[in-house]
């Protein structure tokens, strides 16, 4: 079974003009973008991701939304954070939006992470952008206080993303980075061996690299502790009814699969990693 | 907190003309879509496969001329292996392999929610051979407004040689599932095809009552970085606006050949679109890949159809194109 049956029934997704607050360039390569839609923002739980539709550039338009984890819900002011890297038409697109600019977003959309009953404390491991898609998993433990550690790894040590949302939220974070040779796989779960072992985290929550997904696995099968990943894809429509996002899991032929915009993107780490 | 959790949807909702309005009381504009024994309130729908009851939460279904569901098939079938998709710079390729339930399962799991949006539901029915038509629609019990055969779709196993691109083999589709059912009939034809006339006048004298043209054009994407297939099933069908003008000449070439009425579908961003379409015959349209970006694309030009009429002070779409 990919995910337990879901308790509490999803908000139903909605759309919304959202006005962009604030556009961040970290490090010279990640953007991060404060949008405003009270909507979306105060219906998201952990883990869910919006589909931003991207506006047309100078004549040029982008076909397909890009599918983006929510990285932070700022309830107060309705704003949501999301953070990005250009890697195609699409996001160098959305990398010219200016403050004052507004974004079609639709969401909340997906089955995000879920922190069992009775957790005391959750680890989060992400690499890259892979990061934002678990700060919000950290936001809900913070308010239901359990202690929340994580192991952040990217490209280069001088990025440290996710270190502010870390110091907000009073997690005890390990940066590690690829510049640096410090975020090898070896290292990484030496590390969370020697802090974890002896009181293991009640659930671990991982999303940006396969290869790290397959690590907490390990860790998860040593420490009789649940893995939830988080995984991308290709999507259209972000809701389903395109069927474009078949999960990387084993199907039958006569039945379809799960979708990861339906059916995840979150899903059992000991099914998809 | 309604106040809150108010967004740009809502107003969207706000914002449709009342019931009076539609299809044509009193405005002296007329937008009705006539297939065979239906009357649809406008001539906008869905593509197959671009819909699902999920956006009945999103956008005014309401406010479409009918729905059209993704294509059933005779057994059960889990689609293509992922990626499913591959994104151009004026188009997408897909190659979903139409998921299935079967029409049991259809009936069961999913016809209900078409049925509660308030539209007529248009079936799509689709199959690998010509005798599994016919078939489908018997199980379908009467389920359904009207039927839209799937004779075309290209990113399944029989990749390039649809059945509806045989003149021979497409009457015999049509004629077997008129002799099952009542309801109109439309028959989405491939955008391969070698005589466009020729297919289009089979389904018309087997008794078709619309043609939708047409469907996604099959292609091969190659991921650039691997220089492999960009799509786990190699093959897929590109949609989306770089297949306009393609299929502007498939529905010119089938508008000129037949009576029955043709539904354009391919490439429709906005109502500027439609009225290309409009201008070489077609009397209404689908709106696939669009709605992926934009879920309200599809009412967007519904409602912009309609406003065009009003403000050209013209009874009819067609007018606006002479």
């Not at chain 2, 819909?51 to 956006?55: N, S």
């Not at chain 2, 799937?150 to 196993?157: A, D, G, I, Q, R």
């Given at each position: 079974m990919l995910r337990p049956p879901e308790l509490t029934p999803r908000a139903e997704p909605t759309w919304d003009d959202a006005l962009v607050v604030e556009h961040e360039v970290i490090d010279g390569y990640y953007h991060r973008l404060v949008l405003h839609s009270p909507s979306i923002t105060g219906r998201a739980t952990a883990g869910q991701f919006v589909m931003i539709t991207v506006p047309s550039d100078g004549g040029a338009t982008v076909l397909l939304p890009r599918p983006m984890a929510i990285h932070r819900r700022r309830v107060d002011t309705g704003n949501l954070e999301v953070i990005f890297s250009v890697l195609g038409r699409g996001t160098a697109a959305l990398a010219r939006i200016a403050p004052g600019d507004s974004l079609l977003l639709t969401g909340p959309l997906g089955r995000g992470f879920e922190l069992p009953a009775g957790a005391a404390s959750v680890l989060l491991i992400a690499h890259g952008s892979g990061i934002c898609a678990v700060m919000t998993v950290a936001e809900d433990a913070r308010a239901a206080g359990m202690t929340t550690s994580a192991m952040l790894s990217t490209a280069f040590r001088s990025t440290a993303l996710g270190e502010p949302d870390c110091r907000e939220l009073g997690i005890d974070a390990v940066f590690v980075a690829e510049d640096d040779g410090s975020n090898t796989i070896g290292l990484i779960t030496a590390d969370l061996r020697q802090r974890f072992d002896t009181s293991p985290p009640s659930v671990i929550m991982v999303c940006g690299s396969g290869a790290l997904a397959r690590a907490a696995v390990a860790l998860g099968q040593r420490w009789r502790t649940p893995v939830q990943v988080s995984v991308e894809a290709h999507m259209a429509c972000g809701l389903g009814y395109c069927h474009g996002c078949a999960a990387p899991v084993a199907t039958r032929a006569d039945e379809e699969g799960p979708l990861v915009c339906r059916d995840g993107p979150v899903f059992d780490g000991y099914v998809v990693a | 907190l309604a106040d809150t959790l108010a967004d740009s949807r809502d107003r969207f909702f706000a914002a449709a003309p009342p019931p009076s309005l539609y299809p044509s009381a009193g405005s002296g504009v007329d937008v009705t879509f006539i297939v065979g024994t239906l009357t649809l309130a406008n001539p906008v729908m869905p593509a197959s496969g671009c819909?699902?009851?999920?956006?009945g939460r999103l956008i005014p279904v309401r406010e479409l001329g009918a729905t059209v569901t993704k294509t059933v098939f005779a057994g059960a079938r889990g689609g293509n292996p992922a990626h499913r998709l591959s994104e151009l710079a004026a188009g997408m390729v897909n190659s979903v392999g139409i998921p299935s339930r079967g029409p049991a399962g259809y009936l069961r799991a999913l016809h209900p929610a078409y049925q509660a949006l308030g539209v007529p539901t248009i079936i799509s029915v689709g199959g690998h051979r010509p005798q599994e038509y016919a078939p489908v629609v018997a199980e379908l019990l009467g389920a359904g407004d009207a039927y839209e055969l799937?004779?075309?779709?290209?990113?399944?196993?029989r990749g390039g040689t649809d059945i509806g691109a045989d003149p021979h083999d497409l009457r015999d589709v049509v004629a077997a599932v008129r002799a099952e059912t009542d309801k109109p009939i439309i028959v989405k034809l491939?955008?391969?095809?070698?005589s466009m006339p020729d297919c289009a006048r089979a389904a018309e004298d087997a008794g078709a009552d619309a043609l939708c043209v047409a469907n996604s054009l099959p292609s091969l994407p190659i991921d650039p970085l691997t220089r492999r297939p960009a799509l786990g099933n190699r093959i897929g069908g590109l949609s989306g606006p770089a297949i306009r003008p393609v299929v502007l000449r498939l529905v010119w070439l089938a508008s000129t050949a037949v009576t029955i009425p043709v539904i354009a579908c391919g490439g429709i961003e906005a109502a500027d679109d439609a009225l290309e379409y409009f201008s070489v015959g077609a009397r209404a349209i689908q709106v696939g890949t669009a709605s992926f970006a934009r879920p309200f694309a599809a009412v967007d030009i519904a409602r912009e159809l309609r406003a065009r009429c009003e403000a050209a002070g013209v009874r009819e779409i067609a007018e606006l194109t002479r």
């Open positions: - | 819909f699902g009851p999920e956006l799937n004779v075309s779709c290209p990113n399944l196993e491939p955008s391969m095809i070698s």
